[in-house]
């Protein structure tokens, strides 16, 4: 009987498919084979492996993929799209919003849209989808990389293309280096071109230059993939390229910078743009007990409850709190005779000060931020794993940082652009300030990096890094990824 239900589960499979057997046919099949059981043990193989092949094929977009978006993602990205981005159609996805392409075709890791649906950031607010709905939309992208349908909506632009120059093409032909005269740059500089003329012929990808040479294998030189880091551009990063320059080589639709776009009233009403305003405290019953401002918010709410706030504790365990608040560790004996001793009503204040002021608590407390920012003492990655021989210069700063009280704005921007703060190459003399400043950018280098070796090298893995890079400022001061 077990074998007979998963006979009929496997055909029910077949049938409800809709490029499955005839339903005549099927049933002629299943009961001939029923009849016989040699038979029936090779037709349930056979029908096993079609239904197993038929599964991994990609869905169709209007009957797979589509209901999805209707269902969880039209109210963001419908008739009023939210970022420029309408899942509507398989035109709209594939032409993607603001942020460039939300699906590259053939590509489902590199698609924006799925890498948002996986985390759980799309549908925003809402549930994420269970894993056959991800596997569904996972399978149409990887199928649209393979269609002349989707091809054919496609719309490309030079967003769209730049990211493959820069990862095949602009150690040779990017900022640093430019030979030939080629810059690979941009639109303009590919149109431009270098001593050998334009790089490309908008419509004539057999006429480009540049496409010509991909498809000879002589851009990147073979001779030089190693030594730069590189690999050749796949098949359907030579087929995107020839359908961008046969559309036309169309320029990104958002050339204006960012930072030059104005922000709508709307958006300048938003709370991040607005000075922050120190609220009075509010009145409480039991006033006494207020110590400071945040006593009488907190004694507010307990009061609404009924409640008021626990006993004060004794001097032993205030003590104790602070020394292992501020330093982590407990105070000596001697420490502990020296605060019972103290007489004057301020001595716990006096203790407070005392430990902020000590060597152990920036020791105490670097540690929260260099686990923030991922501090190792060496790479992290591959069978060598090479020591960061200097590391311990960034911990140092951030020790100092902490006990000498240094603004957290000050703080957050030297390790961020802590290089671009002086003019380190021409100083005349090195001050302890100017090697802290440097320092400080031991943040961005911190993450997991092992492209020092030559096979872990190229620029995608280098790009990993960045982005690992971005992961952590991002989880560190702004409490999301």
């Known amino acids: ?42 037709w349930l193989v056979a029908v096993a492996a079609w239904c197993l092949a038929s599964s991994a094929q990609g869905g169709d977009f209007e009957s797979t993929v589509r209901p999805i978006f209707e269902r969880r993602c039209a109210a963001c990205h419908g008739e009023q799209p939210q970022g420029g981005l309408k899942l509507d159609t398989q035109r709209h996805v594939l032409e993607g919003g603001q942020s460039g392409a939300a699906v590259v075709p053939g590509y489902p890791d590199r698609s924006l849209l ?73 639109l303009a500089s590919l149109l431009e071109g270098g001593d050998s003329g334009p790089a490309l012929v908008p419509g004539k990808p057999d006429d480009s230059l540049l496409l010509q040479r991909i498809v000879r294998g002589e851009m990147p030189p073979p001779d030089m993939l190693f030594e730069n880091h590189v690999k050749t551009p796949t098949d359907a990063e030579v087929a995107l390229l020839r359908k961008w320059v046969a559309d036309g080589a169309q320029p ?21 743009f607005q000075a922050p305003v120190s609220p009075e405290p ?18 507010r709410k ?69 686990d923030l920012a991922g501090y190792a003492d060496s790479e992290g990655v591959i069978d060598e794993d090479r020591l960061r021989l200097h590391a311990w210069r960034y911990r140092d700063y951030v020790i100092r940082a902490l006990n000498s009280d240094k603004p957290y704005d000050r703080f957050l921007t ?18 302890q ?27 995608a893995e280098r790009f990993n890094v960045v982005a690992d890079e971005i992961e952590v400022l991002s989880s560190a001061v702004m409490g999301s990824l």
Not at 138 to 160: H, K, P
Not at 285 to 298: G, K, T
Not at 414 to 431: F, H, I, M, R
Not at 445 to 450: E, I, K, L, N, Y
Request: net charge negative; proline share 6%; aromatic share 8%.
């Open 1 to 42: 009987m077990y074998w007979v239900s998963r006979a009929g589960t496997i055909c029910a499979m077949a049938l409800d498919r809709p490029f499955g057997f005839p339903s005549g046919k099927a049933k002629c099949k299943m009961d001939l084979a029923m009849s016989h059981p040699r038979w029936f043990g090779r």
């Open 114 to 186: 799925l890498a948002k649906v996986v985390s759980g950031q799309m549908p925003m607010g809402g549930e994420k989808l269970p894993e056959s709905e991800i596997d569904a939309i996972r399978a149409w992208i990887d199928e649209a990389g393979r269609s002349d349908a989707a091809a054919a909506e496609l719309r490309l632009t030079e967003a769209e293309v730049l990211p493959i120059f820069q990862m095949r093409c602009q150690t040779c032909h990017g900022k640093r280096r430019q030979e030939g005269g080629l810059d690979l740059r941009s």
């Open 252 to 272: 990104s639709e958002y050339d204006e910078p960012v930072a030059d776009r104005p922000l709508s009233d709307e958006g300048l009403s938003h709370w991040a």
């Open 282 to 299: 509010p009145p409480v019953e039991n006033a006494a007990r207020v110590r400071n401002p945040i006593d009488a918010f907190l004694l």
């Open 302 to 370: 307990l009061e609404a409850k009924g409640l008021s706030l626990s006993a004060e504790a004794n001097r032993d365990a205030l003590m104790r709190r602070a020394y292992l608040g501020l330093t982590g560790v407990p105070p000596t004996p001697g420490q502990i005779r020296a605060f019972a001793q103290d007489s004057r009503p301020d001595a716990y204040e006096r203790l407070v000060d005392q430990l902020l002021d000590s060597q152990e608590y920036g020791e105490r407390w670097a540690q929260v931020w260099l």
């Open 414 to 431: 030297e390790q961020l652009a802590g290089d671009e703060l002086l003019d380190y190459e021409g100083l005349e003399s090195v001050t």
């Open 433 to 459: 300030e100017h090697v802290d400043t440097l320092a400080a950018t031991g943040f961005l280098r911190m993450t997991p990096d092992g492209t020092y070796g030559s096979a872990t090298g190229s620029i």
